[in-house]
């Protein structure tokens, strides 16, 4: 007969070997996806990115609309997102706490970049609104509020010397101003060298131009702002326009400033291992090599674990991103 310690035993024993349920589920590391606004064709990018990630063991992740750009970098540096849609031009003032975020650095290291945005200054037809000039004292749009277009479009205008009487707001905010006359047009950008979905909405019931830069201010910004990049835009019937020329900058994405090399090679690996998902997502990526569209425009360092996939994926990572 067993006596009641040596039951004891055996049951502890026992439960020792039982299999500890839903611990895969809880091992689990859930990641947040900082996007934009939910109408913008990035945020569907992000999307399919949380999308690829939570396929791997190990990982859960979700998107969360945000302001874009600079509510991005704020909220990495508050640890409130693992990763976030960036700017080139924003993250390089972010990282070297410059400009708008002068004494408040954010020292978020860059995982790959996947788009050039050409900035559109767009304006109703009605307007009589033809040129940047003319904008000065104009009811005017700077982009989403909180987002790095804002921020560029002001830099820019001040560099210019044009001061419109600027309205503030979301994209959806902005677009509806556009449309019922409190507003003459904004700043937004484009998708390679088309309309965004929003944009392009606007449009179809509120014919709208689009305003390019000259080569004096082309020179300007050259000068004065080396972080933005000069794009050569083929115009067409929707833009009211032949050829012209505006500024832009490389759409990213970056991590938050503690993120882990391990949590940031995996990201990396299965975003760049699952291309046709990231195009269903977002088409306008297209053909690109997204590895050597990064190592071509990145401005910051990279994080040790993307540099780690991108040697192992046989490419050369300068030494100004490490």
């Not at 006359?181 to 131009?209: C, E, H």
Request: aromatic residues 8%; negative net charge; proline residues 4%.
């Amino acid at each position: 007969m067993q006596t009641l310690k040596s039951c004891t035993r055996l049951a502890a024993v026992a439960l020792l070997a039982l299999p500890v349920l839903g611990t895969a589920a809880e091992a689990d590391t859930r990641l947040a996806f900082g996007a934009t606004n939910a109408q913008s064709a990035h945020y569907a990018y992000f999307a399919a990115l949380a999308n690829i990630v939570s396929e791997q063991d190990g990982y859960q992740a979700s998107v969360v609309e945000t302001g874009a750009t600079v509510d991005n970098l704020k909220r990495m540096s508050r640890g409130q997102l693992d990763i976030g849609l960036v700017t080139t031009s924003t993250l390089y003032h972010a990282y070297y706490g410059v400009k708008s975020f002068d004494g408040e650095a954010v020292e978020s290291k860059l995982l790959w970049a996947y788009s050039l945005a050409p900035q559109n200054v767009i304006v109703r037809r009605d307007s009589d609104v033809t040129s940047i000039a003319d904008l000065a004292g104009q009811k005017f749009g700077p982009g989403q509020r909180g987002s790095s277009t804002e921020d560029t479009s002001l830099q820019v205008m001040q560099l210019l010397g044009f001061e419109p009487d600027w309205v503030r707001g979301t994209n959806g905010e902005l677009a509806d101003a556009i449309k019922d006359g409190r507003a003459i047009g904004f700043i937004k950008s484009a998708v390679g060298t088309k309309f965004d979905a929003l944009t392009t909405d606007i449009a179809t019931f509120t014919p709208v131009q689009v305003l390019g830069i000259d080569d004096e201010q082309r020179a300007k910004i050259a000068e004065n702002l080396p972080e933005l990049s000069l794009v050569d835009m083929p115009g067409g019937d929707m833009e009211n326009t032949g050829p012209y020329q505006t500024w832009g900058f490389m759409i990213a994405v970056s991590a938050r400033p503690d993120m882990d090399e391990e949590t940031a090679y995996d990201i990396v690996k299965a975003v760049m291992e699952n291309v046709e998902a990231q195009r269903a997502g977002f088409p306008a990526i297209g053909d690109n090599d997204l590895i050597q569209l990064t190592l071509d425009y990145a401005t910051t360092p990279l994080h040790a674990g993307a540099i780690r996939y991108y040697e192992e994926a046989g490419y050369s990572v300068p030494d100004r991103l490490r």
